[in-house]
């Protein structure tokens, strides 16, 4: 049996090749525990209910549903699991659509192991993890894609000078002990912080908050960049 610290982790892919690799990748490494794999994304919100991960690495396209879909049901059925979602290169059109519906981080399917297990690792722990092949086009998206709401100003100015400091770093992608220890806070403190940041900003979750942080001009940083 696992014990507390291990990272339970689905693998949604319609790709059975790829599903079976990642989690022979996954599977083999100290404090990681595949505990179900799914050919579909009208498979994910049943999986999530019976099997509890930590997290869900999940494909964008899927025959039946793609991840995008699946991650809005995941959130209409309040199941709270961070995502990590799988892409291509031909994928950059839902990158977007994908950070929008919740995704804490992307993941081209071609990456070496090395970085697949460090991307999991960091998602599970809090964090957002953007491949360095992606971010790029992504940041494009953030520069051209006009705000959903036009009071980003006013809603930004309702942050403390504290709460735009964790803002920031979590925008760079740092896990909530990452940051108490930057900011030489308990951790308990720093989740109060991100709590009043999700209010005062009126978004639902931590990707919503980073998203908002590029959008507002906040950041600029790259996810997963400050990692050695």
Known sequence: M????TVRVLV??????????????LGSEPGIE??????DGDEVVAAVRDLRPDLVLLDVRMARMDGTDAMRALHRTGHAVPVLVLTTF??????????????????LKDRPAEDIVRAVRLVAAGGSWLDPSASPRLLAALRTTPPADPSLARRLGRLSDRERQVL?????????????????????TVKAHVGSIFSKLE???RAGAIVFAYDAGLTTARFGQHRP
Request: charge should be negative.
């Open 34 to 39: 595949i505990v179900g794999e799914r050919g």
């Open 12 to 25: 949604v892919d319609d790709q059975e090749l790829v599903r079976k690799g990642i989690a022979l990748i």
């Open 168 to 188: 920031r770093a979590m925008s760079r992608g740092a896990t909530n002990a990452e940051i108490a220890a930057d900011l030489r806070v308990s951790e308990r």
């Open 2 to 5: 696992a014990d507390a610290s």
């Open 203 to 205: 978004v639902r979750d």
């Open 90 to 107: 031909s994928d950059d059109e839902v990158l977007w659509a994908a950070m929008a519906a919740g995704a804490a981080g992307f993941l």
